[in-house]
């Protein structure tokens, strides 16, 4: 998975919160020089700002409006600065996970390719017109669509399947020599681009 974002919204977490993550940054950043030599912000403008906001956050809690903006300015310089670091640290990492969380920012999650089942349930019929097949499968959780093929070739080379993309289990065949027997698949496509192929199934085309 292309790694393009850490995973925070500074703007909706509470000061508290806010404060424990700036503080695992900094110490992870400043202490992983190897990794992130020439960090933006530096490390000595971020601390400054972590404490203002500190001080602020404590001088803040007597409710006197004066002493909440002034802590609202801090934060809003600490969360400005965070975010300048993370792409920093993106930048650094170029994809590379492990490099990202050394820097204490939180990751998204890894995701995954869902496992697909093999479709089951292969039907064929005949189409209402002359050269027309019928095709469907029972759906295939997951399936972002279906790759439904044909072939002439009773050797079934890989070569000789004619495929029609379709995004429903369902598929209408059109075009084919009344007479001649076709061999039918169907084919479940993932999100990942996975295929997975049911069983093959002859049917002749009236």
């Known amino acids: 998975m292309s790694l393009q974002r850490f995973n925070f919204d ?3 977490t509470s000061d508290p919160k806010r404060l ?13 020089v190897a990794l992130f030599p020439s960090p933006t912000p530096g490390m000595l403008q971020l601390r400054d700002a972590i404490d203002e906001y500190q001080v602020g956050v404590i001088a803040a809690g007597n409710g006197d409006r004066l002493l909440i903006g002034q802590k609202q300015v801090a ?6 600065m965070l975010y300048q670091l993370s792409h920093y640290v993106l930048m650094v990492a170029n994809g ?6 050394q820097s204490g920012f939180t990751l998204p999650k890894e995701q995954t ?3 697909l089942d093999v479709p089951t349930g292969l039907e064929i019929e005949a189409g209402n017109q002359s050269g027309e097949l019928l095709v469907s499968v029972d759906a295939v959780k997951g399936a972002a669509s279906y790759m439904h093929q044909y072939s002439t070739d009773p050797l079934l080379k890989e070569e000789s399947w004619v495929t029609m993309n379709c995004t429903s289990s369902k598929c209408k065949l059109t075009g084919l020599t009344p007479g001649a027997t076709y061999y039918i698949r169907v084919g479940a496509v993932g999100s990942k681009e996975q295929v ?3 069983t093959v199934a002859s049917k002749i085309v009236s």
């Open 96 to 101: 590379d996970r492990f490099v990202a969380q």
């Open 196 to 198: 997975l192929y049911g």
């Open 75 to 80: 934060k809003e310089k600490v969360i400005k």
């Open 10 to 12: 500074f703007d909706k």
């Open 113 to 115: 390719a869902r496992v």
């Open 20 to 32: 424990a993550i700036a503080n695992l940054v900094y110490t992870q950043v400043s202490t992983n």
